[in-house]
Nanobody, 121 residues
Framework: QVQLVESGGGLVQPGGSLRLSCAAS????????MAWFRQAPGKEREFVAI???????RYYADSIKGRFTISKDNANTGYLQMNDLKPEDTAIYYC???????????????WGQGTQVTVSS
């Protein structure tokens, strides 16, 4: 079993920055890709970004391209650096892990509990 724990969410003003972390533990399979999804109140969950097993492949949703950067280190921790945050970025952010490279949440068997990001003045 794989456990994922997100951290780093919070309240930030428009234009501000946050860095989310996702620590993976347990019977982590390698190679694995890690992705971030988000869900705003009253909306469906949406894909944000993915990083492949080696870290060489990265793909972003159009809505955050150029503002967010996904990365991961060698210690099974993934990151989402979020810059120039906008009120529409307000959501619960979830990290997910899979042995597949996909932007569909259905392909991710492992999920964290989520961390709230609120962008407001």
């Amino acid at each position: 079993q794989v456990q994922l724990v997100e951290s780093g969410g919070g309240l930030v003003q428009p234009g501000g920055s946050l860095r989310l972390s996702c620590a993976a533990s347990g019977s982590i399979f390698t190679p694995y890709s890690m992705a971030w999804f988000r869900q705003a109140p009253g909306k469906e969950r949406e894909f944000v970004a993915i990083i492949g097993a080696s870290g060489g492949y990265r793909y972003y949703a159009d809505s955050i391209k150029g503002r967010f950067t996904i990365s991961k280190d060698n210690a099974n921790t993934g990151y989402l650096q979020m810059n120039d945050l906008k009120p529409e970025d307000t959501a619960i952010y979830y990290c997910a892990a899979s042995d597949r490279v996909s932007s569909s949440g259905r392909d991710y068997p492992y999920w964290g509990q989520g961390t709230q990001v609120t962008v407001s003045s």
